[in-house]
């Protein structure tokens, strides 16, 4: 409830900040009512420009301290803020041609070569066309005069063709049948937008975008290693898959453009140093498409090793919490190729880490596939410490309280629009000693 903190109002805090030298806008204001908001972006949408710096739109929060928390969070965003984004400005300019970009799922994106137009303080010349329905929908022809805006200000979109402007010289904007960039004939799975190039072991982006992702921070984090240099390792012939990383040696880097021997001995100790990393992590970094890192670690703490994840069947996978049918056949699909056996091969000989140790594993089971609020304030532990015991126990905390909720554990001061509907839908509210019995730490 901000105990620490001069004022129990955002407003009133924010001025202090000012006082005490943080630089803090000089437009804020406090408005009276819902009337005063309207005004006062209206007025930024027409003065916006005026501003020494860009503005896409005005943030409307809650003032007072007790009713943000009152309101809470959801997984992403507060609920006691909102933002209001003003109508994108929108440039007039000609599509020159379209070209297709390859992902390292093997999604197509087609991306629009613009005739270079000011817009919204850049230079833009290129605009992402989303898929084949998109073209589509707009009617795309090349050397037609297009719209185009930014999306939040920041990614440039065509929105519509000025039709009253085409020509005898437009052409009809065909989306492609063969892969850009191997040949191999595209495909398109029912009830998706995207069509995927099939050609994941053969086709240069999908094998360099694996790798990119295997070394991201989310994944094994190595360091050193960035887009140019795995295109640069690639072009040299001295890696194909994740798995050839770790038979690099300095001396392999150390010759190449833009390595010296620093640089090199730094990225072989990042590698090396990969190898602590844990099993869900490691899971995630193998790029399994649509297992992302919620996935991968529901996954390692459920069968708790690569052998098991391998060897389960669909109803087996479909029985782990949140992983639908859509996840399982691409679990299966991936485990499915050689080539992706082979490379977890050399990885397990290599150490890196396969199964979920007795640290990283949930110390008990009592609270598996159970989704639990935390709310209020505690006495025995701080809210964090909840929070991993809870993890350590096999359930998930959910921040709102929804028909999908387990329990809610619940402290002092818990907010009243959390108690109210947890009454209306019926869900239990347990307190400290009830939850730890739960768990046996009573």
Not at 9 to 30: D, P, Q
Not at 59 to 67: G, H, P
Not at 179 to 206: D, F, M, R, S, W
Request: overall charge negative; aromatic content about 6%.
């Amino acid at each position: 409830l901000g105990e620490d903190l001069p004022s129990g109002e955002h407003f009133r805090n924010l001025e202090i900040a000012r006082k005490w030298g943080f630089k803090v806008s000089a437009e804020i204001t406090k408005c009276k009512n819902i009337e005063y908001v309207i005004k006062y972006i209206e007025r930024w949408d027409s003065d916006r420009n005026l501003l020494p710096y860009e503005i896409d739109g005005v943030v409307i929060k809650v003032n007072s301290l007790s009713q943000q928390h009152d309101l809470g969070f959801t997984a992403k965003s507060p609920r006691w803020a909102i933002a209001y984004k003003f109508q994108a400005e929108i440039a007039s300019t000609r599509l020159l041609s379209v070209s297709f970009q390859v992902g390292r799922t093997g999604a197509i994106t087609p991306v629009a070569n613009l005739e270079p137009v000011q817009l919204a303080g850049t230079r833009v010349k290129r605009a992402s066309l989303h898929n084949q329905a998109q073209i589509r929908l707009l009617d795309l022809h090349l050397n037609d005069t297009v719209f185009v805006e930014k999306g939040g200000e920041i990614i440039p979109k065509i929105v519509s063709v000025d039709i009253d402007k085409r020509g005898e010289n437009t052409v009809a904007v065909k989306f492609i049948t063969e892969c850009p960039e191997c040949g191999t004939t595209l495909v398109k799975e029912e009830l998706e937008a995207i069509h995927y190039c099939p050609n994941e072991q053969g086709c240069p982006p999908q094998i360099k975008g694996k790798i990119e992702h295997f070394i991201s921070r989310k994944a094994m984090n190595i360091d050193g290693l960035g887009e140019e240099t795995i295109d640069l390792l690639f072009r040299n012939r001295l890696i194909r898959n994740a798995a050839d990383l770790y038979d690099l040696k300095p001396d392999d880097l150390a010759p190449l453009e833009r390595l010296g021997e620093k640089s090199s001995s730094n990225i072989i100790r990042s590698i090396k140093d990969s190898l602590a990393t844990p099993f869900p992590k490691v899971l995630f970094a193998l790029g399994i498409r649509h297992a992302g890192e919620t996935v991968a670690k529901l996954l390692a703490n459920h069968f708790r090793s690569i052998d098991a994840i391998i060897n389960a069947k669909h109803e087996e996978l479909t029985e782990t919490h949140e992983i639908g049918d859509k996840i399982a056949e691409s679990i299966i699909s991936f485990f499915s190729y050689p080539a992706n056996r082979e490379i977890i091969e050399r990885l397990k000989g290599y150490g890196v880490i396969m199964e979920s140790t007795v640290e990283q594993l949930p110390k008990g089971d009592a609270l598996i596939n159970r989704n639990i609020v935390i709310s209020g304030t505690f006495i025995q532990y701080t809210r964090e410490e909840y929070k991993r015991l809870i993890e350590e126990n096999g359930g998930k905390i959910v921040t709102s309280v929804s028909s999908k909720t387990s329990f809610i554990l619940g402290g002092e001061n818990m907010g009243p629009s959390k108690t109210e509907k947890a009454a209306a839908l019926g869900i239990e509210i347990i307190d400290e000693e009830h939850f730890l019995k739960m768990i046996n730490k009573l």
